[in-house]
């Protein structure tokens, strides 16, 4: 017996699946056209073997470290369902002289992590390591300090203030991303581990409804 949860999910799951009907299906034409930055609610994607349903699309827009001017640079993060398992997955791309993506496989919290000597870190431990331009330790893998940046999060009409801190794994093709969101009474810190993708990876293979017109 399954729990309602379970159900629930196999519900919204199986609803979904419903509605791929077979002559909504994108032709290998269209399916070789259409990249990450053609994506838009409702559409379907394969990658890595998995299926995924774009249930939400928001961006991140580099700003000033005061936040008083925005700049040319985006980061535009989709958030999808698993048809298969019913988690929810995120992935983001951005364009840095070429189209870059990634999938966020694990979020995480500071007792996980180390300086390079093994001592425990937080947030009041970022500016230093940025000034130092040091490490951080996950599950025994060292993450180099790769940038930092002030960026706006703009999600379903409303706007948030977050600081980035990135560090790069290139022995293990892994990003480590911390977070830091600036809430007026409290400042909440959300740390991720995720890896690039090819976009060739991905593949649609059916365009929701309101994006028709673009396939």
């Not at 994607?45 to 001017?69: H, P, V």
């Not at 640079?73 to 870059?100: N, R």
């Not at 409303?158 to 007026?184: C, G, H």
Request: proline fraction near 2%.
């Amino acid at each position: 017996m399954i729990s309602v949860s379970e159900q629930k999910s196999f519900d919204q799951r199986f609803s979904l699946i419903r509605t791929l009907a077979p002559d909504k299906v994108l032709s290998q034409e269209e399916q070789a056209r259409l990249t990450i930055m053609d994506a838009g609610v409702g559409d379907c994607f394969t990658c890595f073997g998995s299926t995924y349903f774009i249930q939400e699309i928001n961006k991140y827009q580099e700003a000033s470290e005061d936040y008083s001017k925005l700049k040319d640079y985006f980061v535009t993060e989709l958030t999808c369902l698993c048809l298969e398992t019913g988690a929810v997955g995120h992935f983001e791309w951005e364009i840095d002289d070429e189209l870059e993506m990634s999938i966020t496989l694990d979020q995480t919290k500071f007792k996980q992590l180390t300086d390079d000597e093994g001592q425990p870190i937080d947030g009041d431990d970022l500016d230093q390591i940025v000034e130092d331009e040091d490490s951080i330790v996950y599950a025994g893998d060292s993450f180099d300090y790769d940038d930092d940046w002030a960026a706006v999060y703009r999600r379903n009409g409303k706007e948030e203030q977050v600081y980035m801190y990135e560090f790069v794994n290139d022995r293990a093709s892994l990003f480590l991303t911390i977070e830091e969101w600036q809430d007026p009474d409290k400042d909440e810190y959300r740390i991720y581990i995720s890896k690039p993708v090819n976009p060739l990876e991905l593949i649609f293979i059916f365009r929701g409804e309101a994006n028709d017109e673009r396939a």
